[in-house]
C-alpha cells in the first residue's frame, strides 16, 4: 500500500539514477571493477558523487586516510539533510536507522518537499521512498556493470559526468540570489588554497579557509539574508 | 584494479563508515531536541553552496592551463552545460550532453 502510494514520488530518480547508475557501472567497468565490486559499492556506501570520486582512490596508491577525509567533505552536506529531518524521522522507531542510512540528495529532495498521504503510514511511505531509490541506484550501476563488460567503447572522458554533475548543481543554487555569495566563498576560498597546496593537497586547507570566512563573514551574510527574505533589498 | 581485493574492501568500508558519519551524526548530536544553535543553523544555509564550489574546483583540479589542451574541453563543455542549463532546465540532458561534449572534444578534437 505505502509502496505503491510512494512510487509516483521516485519516478523521476527513477530515470536519474538509471542513468548516472549506468555511468557509474561503465566507469567502474573500465577501471577493471566488475559488477560484484560495482553493486557492493551501491549497496553499502549510495552516495553517488562518493561512489564516483571513490573511483580515483581505487585507481591510484592505497590512501585510506585522503579517502576517508574526502568523503566526510563531499558528504558534509548530508550533516545538513539530517539537522533539516530531524522532527520528520524522529519517531519512525525500527526503520529509523534504514531511513537514515538512505538519506541520500535525491531522497532527501523527496522526503523533505512531500509529506505522507493521511491514509499512508507516513514512516513506511519514507521508508518505500528511500527503498525505491536505493533500488534503482543498485540496479541502474548493475546495469552499467554488465553494459561494460558487454560493449567495448572509448571511454575517455566519461568521467567528466561527475564534473557535469556537480556544475549543474552549482547552476541551479546560483539561480538563487542568496545562495551566490556562499557559492563564490566556496569557489574562490578552493582555487586560492589549489594554487597554495597543489592539487593533491587542497581539500582540507579549502576546508578551513571556507569554514573561517563563512564564520568571520556571518553576520553579514545573515544580516543580508534576512533584508534579502524580507523585501526590502 | 591497482589495489589488492582486500585494499578495495577497505576503501569500500572506508567510505560507507565516512558517508555514515555525515548522515547519522545530526541525529545522535540532536537527539530528542530541535537544533536551536543558531551558528549550526547559519552553517546549514550557507556550507552547501560553498561545499559545490569546492567540489566543481575538486573535480577540474588537474587542469593544465600550460600545456596542450590549455583546458579548452573543459570550459567548453562547462560552457555548453551552462547554457543548456539555463535554456532546458533539465538536469539528465545537462549532464549527459556536457559529458558526450567533453567525450567527443577529448577523443577526436583535444586528442
Known amino acids: ?233 | 584494479m591497482t589495489l589488492t581485493s582486500t585494499q578495495t574492501i577497505l576503501i569500500i568500508c572506508i567510505v560507507t563508515l565516512g558517508t555514515m558519519i555525515t548522515r547519522f551524526l545530526p541525529f545522535i548530536l540532536f537527539k530528542g531536541n530541535k537544533s536551536n544553535n543558531t551558528y549550526i543553523k547559519y552553517l546549514g544555509q550557507v556550507l552547501p553552496y560553498a561545499t559545490i564550489g569546492l567540489l566543481v574546483v575538486y573535480c577540474l583540479r588537474n587542469v593544465n592551463f600550460k600545456t596542450p589542451s590549455y583546458g579548452f574541453p573543459e570550459a567548453i563543455a562547462i560552457v555548453c552545460i551552462i547554457i543548456l542549463h539555463y535554456w532546458k532546465e533539465n538536469t539528465l540532458l545537462s549532464i549527459g550532453a556536457g559529458t558526450v561534449i567533453y567525450m567527443i572534444l577529448v577523443q577526436f578534437v583535444f586528442v
Open chain 1, 1 to 233: 500500500m505505502a509502496l505503491k502510494v510512494a512510487f509516483p514520488y521516485t519516478i523521476p530518480v527513477l530515470t536519474g539514477f538509471t542513468f548516472l547508475g549506468i555511468a557509474y557501472g561503465i566507469l567502474m567497468s573500465s577501471k577493471g571493477y566488475g559488477a560484484g565490486w560495482t553493486v557492493l559499492m551501491s549497496l553499502m556506501v549510495f552516495a553517488g558523487s562518493a561512489q564516483y570520486i571513490t573511483i580515483n582512490f581505487l585507481t591510484t596508491i592505497f590512501n585510506p586516510i585522503n579517502a576517508f577525509l574526502i568523503t566526510l567533505m563531499i558528504n558534509a552536506r548530508h550533516l545538513f539533510y539530517g539537522i533539516s529531518m530531524l522532527d520528520k524521522y524522529n519517531d519512525s522507531g525500527k526503520l529509523k536507522p534504514y531511513l537514515i542510512f538512505g538519506l541520500c540528495d535525491e531522497t532527501f529532495s523527496i522526503v523533505c518537499s512531500t509529506e505522507a498521504p493521511k491514509d499512508v503510514d507516513k514512516d513506511w511511505f519514507y521508508f518505500f521512498i528511500t527503498l525505491l531509490n536505493h533500488a534503482y541506484w543498485v540496479l541502474g550501476s548493475f546495469l552499467g556493470a554488465w553494459l561494460g563488460s558487454k560493449i567495448s567503447f572509448n571511454t575517455k572522458g566519461l568521467d567528466f559526468v561527475l564534473t557535469a554533475l556537480f556544475v549543474v548543481i552549482f547552476i541551479g543554487q546560483w539561480k538563487n540570489k542568496e545562495n551566490r555569495k556562499p557559492a563564490i566563498v566556496g569557489v574562490v576560498c578552493s582555487i586560492i588554497c589549489l594554487i597554495i597546496f597543489g592539487q593533491d593537497n587542497f581539500i582540507i586547507p579549502s576546508m578551513a579557509a571556507i569554514l573561517i570566512v563563512l564564520t568571520i563573514w556571518r553576520k553579514e551574510f545573515i544580516k543580508k539574508d534576512i533584508l534579502t527574505k524580507e523585501g526590502i533589498q
